[in-house]
């Protein structure tokens, strides 16, 4: 018997606690057409703000291939300024920039992070100051040893791999 009465109080208590949604009023006429009125107004309300999220999705992509496209702009000199400005941060702030590299070797106070591309390699070098890896010098050289730097071939696939113009803090 007691199984019983714990089995419908635990019952109840699970019914007690779901939420309700917009009751439908069946007291008068009046109160039911109005009630059906608002869940009409809510469902044209949802419509909007779901159209209205989808135009901001649209916007947001058509900006981030405008921010794309500014970045494609960079040649190599300013690609190598570009990287100058960075020195100082701190090895996970570029590693927000540049993703994860191909290659990585430490060399006691030294990282080394090698990005290998078709046309080029691109080289991050930190030192570590205070426990902490500061980026502090890099090279760009051609991907085999005896071949030389395709200085346009490598700037488009650096501009396509990377974004540099952004600020990672």
């Known amino acids: 018997m007691k199984k019983y009465l714990y089995f419908i109080l635990l019952f109840s208590l699970f019914i007690s606690g779901c939420a309700k949604h917009n009751a439908i009023d069946f007291s008068s006429s009046e109160a039911f057409f109005s009630s059906l009125n608002k869940k009409e107004i809510i ?5 909007k703000i779901t159209i209205e999220k989808n135009n ?22 300013s690609y190598e300024r ?5 020195f100082g941060f ?5 590693l927000k920039i540049f993703d994860e590299p191909s290659l990585k070797i430490k060399h006691g ?9 078709k046309f080029c390699h691109l080289d991050l070098f930190f030192l570590n100051e ?8 890099f090279a760009i050289r051609p991907s085999g040893m005896s071949s030389s730097l395709n200085k346009k071939k490598c700037v488009k696939e650096l501009n ?6 952004r600020d990672p803090r």
């Open 90 to 94: 701190d090895e996970f702030t570029m």
């Open 43 to 47: 469902k044209k309300e949802n419509k």
């Open 160 to 165: 396509s791999r990377f974004i540099l113009i």
């Open 130 to 137: 205070d426990e902490i890896y500061k980026f502090k010098h």
């Open 109 to 117: 106070k030294i990282k080394n992070f090698q990005f290998h591309l």
């Open 82 to 86: 570009q990287l100058k400005e960075k």
């Open 56 to 77: 901001l999705r649209n916007n947001i992509k058509k900006t981030k291939k405008q921010i794309v496209k500014k970045s494609f702009s960079l040649n190599l000199s």
